[in-house]
Nanobody, 124 residues
Framework: QVQLVESGGGLVQAGGSLRLSCAAS????????MGWFRQATGKEREFVAA????????YYADSVKGRFTISRDNAKNTVYLQTNSLKPEDTAVYSC?????????????????WGQGTQVTVSS
C-alpha cells in the first residue's frame, strides 16, 4: 500500500525554521513529482511547493518564495520542505502528495497519494 508519512512539524517562534520530511513507501518514488500543501484551520488547502522527478525543477507559491525550499532524496524515498523565516501566517497542517509523471501540479486534483500531515505552529 502506498504510504506517505510526514514528520518534523512542531511549535516554533516567528523567524525560526523547521525542516519537514515526507517518507514514501509502496511506490517507485523517482517516478513521482512531489508537492507540499498546507491547510490552516477554517481555510482551504493551499499549494506550497512542488518538485520534479529528478529534483531539477521546482515551483513555489508566492507566499513562501524565498523562505521555503523543497528538495528530494530519491535514494531515501524522501521529500523535504525547509521552512525559514517562519511567520504566524504559516501556521497550518502541512501535507505532502505524490503525482505520477506529468507536469508539476499546483492543485490537489493533480496528486494521487497524500500523507496525513504534520502540524506547524508559529508563535508571535
Amino acid at each position: 500500500q502506498v504510504q506517505l508519512v510526514e514528520s518534523g512539524g512542531g511549535l516554533v517562534q516567528a523567524g525560526g525554521s523547521l525542516r519537514l520530511s515526507c517518507a514514501a513507501s509502496g511506490l517507485t518514488f523517482s517516478y513521482y513529482n512531489m508537492g507540499w500543501f498546507r491547510q490552516a484551520t477554517g481555510k482551504e488547502r493551499e499549494f506550497v511547493a512542488a518538485i520534479s522527478l529528478s529534483g531539477d525543477n521546482t515551483y513555489y507559491a508566492d507566499s513562501v518564495k524565498g523562505r521555503f525550499t523543497i528538495s528530494r532524496d530519491n535514494a531515501k524515498n524522501t521529500v523535504y520542505l525547509q521552512t525559514n523565516s517562519l511567520k504566524p501566517e504559516d501556521t497550518a497542517v502541512y501535507s505532502c502528495a505524490a503525482a505520477f509523471w506529468g507536469a508539476l501540479h499546483r492543485t490537489p486534483a493533480g496528486y494521487q497519494h497524500w500523507g496525513q500531515g504534520t502540524q506547524v505552529t508559529v508563535s508571535s
